[in-house]
């Protein structure tokens, strides 16, 4: 059991939800603006170096933007598998408390903090 309540637990897969269309229409928008920019570098080739750096920085923000969407998707299908709630290490519930600050969490705060201090390799 993942000890949440119907209302919580709908509440979480409304959120998880809402982030998942902000999170696509984020990287659709990272996208086009890469584009964009890509067209506006190889346009100007010799134009400075500051167009270069904001490509990248488009960049990274679509791999970040892209990273999370994967993380909410994962939550997701862990809501469609009836997992959901529980953490991917233990087995535990993780909590309503936790899930509400990050609806997405794979893992328990416990197991957390152990995989931050000891990051797989
Ligand atoms: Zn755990």
């Known amino acids: 059991m993942n000890g949440l309540d119907q209302q919580q637990y709908e509440g979480l ?3 998880l939800e809402q982030a998942q269309q902000h999170l696509l229409a984020q990287v659709e928008m990272d996208v086009a603006t890469a584009d964009t920019s890509l067209q506006q570098l190889e346009a100007s080739p ?3 170096a500051s167009k270069r750096v904001l490509h990248q920085l488009v960049q ?11 993380v909410v998707r994962h939550a997701l299908a862990k ?6 709630g529980l953490c991917e290490n233990c087995g535990e519930a993780i909590g309503y408390a936790r899930l509400n600050a990050r609806p997405e969490a794979r893992f328990c705060f416990r197991c957390q903090s152990m995989i931050e201090k000891h990051p797989p390799h």
Request: with cysteine; hydrophobic share 20%; net charge negative.
């Open 13 to 15: 897969l409304a959120a």
């Open 46 to 48: 010799s134009d400075n």
């Open 60 to 70: 990274e923000s679509a791999q970040h933007n892209s990273q999370q969407l994967r």
């Open 79 to 84: 809501c469609g598998e009836g997992s959901y």
